[in-house]
């Protein structure tokens, strides 16, 4: 159904950073593109909007969410917390079939990984985490978990760069992690799962800290 590829295409390019943070979106051209009217075009935006990844103002159309300082400073705030409590209750109440699941993307994510496919890696990344948040199934901070995978995807762009030190052992490093992370829910070992997590968003925290705050430029003396 073309309303739902333009959501999944849309969302997709949202986390790989195809489409920037506060770019507007084009009513015009996307009608045009995927060969539907407004009304269910307007559908989307307002799923995407409610779900994070777009902004709407009335008169203005609909933009992306913006990515501002502000945003980053409840981002670090915020992640390690939660990603905290999502991975134990994740351990606790996990099925068979979002094990099964988790271990697809992880399939997809080495791949990836392989490949080289930046774009790829953040998107089964953000799959990964997605479905840890399903087994984790809280209500209350399924919201909150939801909207920080949107910036930490896109954040992402800077951990999946092959241009950062000794990016083949950082990102066999993360996918290790990963899988250790399939062991800990099927065993449901809560406790060991929440010490992954931790090692987990420290590496990913080392990798961004070095690509906001790089080595200074040479100076000649």
């Known amino acids: 159904m073309k309303k739902n590829q ?16 506060g770019a507007s979106l084009d009513e015009t051209q996307l009608s045009e593109q995927y060969q539907i009217s407004r009304t269910p075009l307007r ?3 307002r799923r995407l909007a409610g779900e994070g ?7 203005r159309g609909a933009s992306v969410a913006s990515m501002d300082h502000k945003t ?8 390690p917390m939660l990603y905290a409590a999502i991975g134990r209750l994740a351990a606790e109440n996990a099925t068979i079939k979002q094990l099964d699941k988790m271990r697809e993307a992880q399939v997809e994510f080495r791949s990836a990984a392989s490949k080289g496919d930046t774009d790829s890696l953040i998107y089964w990344n953000d799959q990964f985490h997605a479905l840890m948040g399903e087994m984790a199934a ?3 901070l399924m919201p909150s978990y939801e909207r920080l995978l949107i910036d930490h995807a896109r954040i992402s762009q800077t951990f999946y760069s092959s241009r950062i030190q000794n990016f083949e052992d950082v990102l066999a490093e993360a996918a290790g992690h990963h ?13 060991g799962m929440v010490r ?7 590496l990913s925290n080392q990798q961004m800290e070095i690509f906001v705050r790089p080595d200074p430029l040479p100076v000649d003396e």
């Open 6 to 21: 333009l959501y999944s295409d849309l969302k997709r390019q949202i986390l790989t950073m195809e489409l920037a943070p």
């Open 72 to 79: 980053l400073r409840n981002f670090f705030l915020t992640a």
């Open 53 to 59: 990844y777009l902004e709407l103002v009335n008169n």
């Open 179 to 191: 899988d250790e992370m399939i062991v800990s829910i099927e065993n449901a070992d809560a406790a």
């Open 43 to 45: 559908d989307v935006f």
């Open 138 to 140: 809280n209500p209350y």
């Open 196 to 202: 992954l997590i931790k090692a987990h968003w420290t």
